[in-house]
């Protein structure tokens, strides 16, 4: 059944539609549409913000809330169709969406999700064989992330370069299966991306300074003391002085290293055009605020996994994506991004053992290229692996 609801706000005039997943069907572990459709009824113009959000995970394994949000202007008695994605992982039963106004909140309610445990099959044009939903071609995404519900799709009908692109992309990059895919196929293991991120630790102290330091102090400071006690205040605040400096110095130097630790990963086939598969591992030594431009969508460990919340803002730059570190909780997000072309600045590189467990993908066919990307607070190992 399709979930379509239209709410009626008579103080503002204005008109809700929500719909989730295709066909009104939500598939699990996946990313979803979810269509908003606004209506302003009043002559005078709308402008607010929308916010959409839901909890994850379950009170056992942990709890998190991801949350959406975009602005939106109506032109008096204009209306509007949005459609963001929206990831559905396991213990999401519900979504709720609010309006704001300069005012406050002007519409808030909670929406059940109509979830689908396995992924669907669907149709562009007469199907061959029965399918699960028809598609539209007015209503065909270019948004690869926005097929990844299906697990099959037939195509009877020409389409556009881009949503041609959208489905090889899928196709390629997240096991999907349509006839006008191309040959390249590449998937990846999160439990081994995530054992790689476990492993990386903060950067040692600084032990050649370190040592003599607490030396110094452990067995100055008895006769200094003494000198003190007998009078002799210059040689204590000689020694006060000297400690203090090595204490600056030693604590802007631990400022300096990097505790928030990057691994990006880029796969690109020459056979798919435009998009390319991008993967996102981060770890941090201490409670950070992070973030990246675009949209991204967080992979989950299979155990032992506690929530964290993800927050997406519609931007005039376009989708940021924002989520918080903690120490010993790494972090794995993937997205389908345009192509970097050949700019990025990367060397040649015979691929790690722990790329190789992470990527299943025909290496003997790959080439390699590495970069190491170094800032104030941040370490960046970048990825990228060419196919034909």
């Known amino acids: 059944m399709i979930f379509l609801l239209l709410f009626a706000l008579p103080a503002l005039a204005l008109e809700v539609g929500v719909e989730v997943g295709w066909a009104g069907r939500a598939v699990v572990s996946a990313v979803n549409p979810?269509?908003?459709?606004?209506?302003?009824?009043?002559?005078?113009?709308?402008?607010?913000?929308?916010?959409?959000?839901?909890?994850?995970?379950?009170?056992?394994?942990?709890?998190?809330?991801?949350?959406?949000?975009?602005?939106?202007?109506?032109?008096?008695?204009?209306?509007?169709?949005?459609?963001?994605?929206?990831?559905?992982?396991?213990g999401m039963t519900s979504l709720r969406v609010e309006v704001f106004a300069e005012s406050g909140v002007v519409f808030a309610r909670d929406f059940p999700l109509n979830l689908s445990a396995e992924r669907l099959r669907a149709g562009l044009g007469p199907p061959p064989e029965p399918v699960d939903v028809l598609l539209s071609p007015l209503d065909f995404p270019t948004d690869p992330l926005l097929l990844w519900p299906f697990s099959k799709l037939f195509v009877g009908v020409p389409l556009s370069a881009g949503a041609l692109a959208a489905v090889r992309a899928?196709?390629?990059?997240?096991?999907?299966?349509?006839?006008?895919?191309?040959?390249?196929?590449?998937?990846?293991?999160?439990?081994?991306?995530?054992?790689?991120?476990?492993?990386?630790?903060?950067?040692?102290?600084?032990?050649?300074?370190?040592?003599?330091?607490?030396?110094?102090?452990?067995?100055?400071?008895?006769?200094?003391?003494?000198?003190?006690?007998?009078?002799?205040?210059?040689?204590?605040?000689?020694?006060?002085?000297?400690?203090?400096?090595?204490?600056?110095?030693?604590?802007?130097?631990?400022?300096t290293v990097a505790h928030i630790f990057l691994v990006f990963v880029g796969v690109e086939c020459k056979s798919v055009d435009r998009f390319c598969l991008e993967l996102c591992g981060a770890v941090s030594r201490r409670e950070e605020a992070w973030g990246l431009p675009g949209f991204w969508v967080e992979v989950l460990p299979a155990r032992g996994w506690e929530g964290l919340d993800v927050r997406w803002v519609y931007t005039p730059e376009g989708w940021r994506t924002e989520a918080g570190l903690t120490p010993g909780r790494p972090r794995f997000f993937l997205r389908l991004a345009e192509k970097p072309g050949p700019e990025l600045a990367a060397e040649p590189s015979p691929p790690p053992n722990w790329l190789t467990q992470v990527l299943r993908l025909p290496w003997e066919e790959a080439r390699v290229q590495r970069a190491l990307l170094s800032q104030k607070g941040h370490e960046t190992e970048v990825w990228r692996v060419l196919l034909p």
């Open 170 to 255: 899928w196709a390629a990059f997240l096991g999907g299966t349509a006839e006008i895919s191309t040959p390249c196929s590449v998937s990846f293991s999160s439990e081994a991306f995530f054992s790689h991120l476990r492993g990386q630790r903060p950067s040692p102290p600084l032990w050649s300074a370190l040592v003599p330091g607490l030396l110094f102090y452990l067995f100055g400071l008895g006769p200094v003391l003494s000198r003190f006690a007998r009078g002799n205040t210059w040689v204590f605040l000689g020694f006060l002085v000297v400690f203090l400096a090595f204490s600056l110095f030693y604590g802007v130097f631990r400022e």
């Open 34 to 90: 979810l269509w908003l459709s606004l209506e302003n009824l009043d002559p005078q113009p709308f402008s607010g913000a929308i916010r959409v959000s839901a909890g994850i995970g379950s009170p056992w394994r942990g709890e998190a809330r991801y949350t959406a949000e975009l602005p939106v202007f109506l032109a008096p008695f204009g209306r509007t169709r949005l459609v963001l994605p929206w990831p559905v992982p396991l």
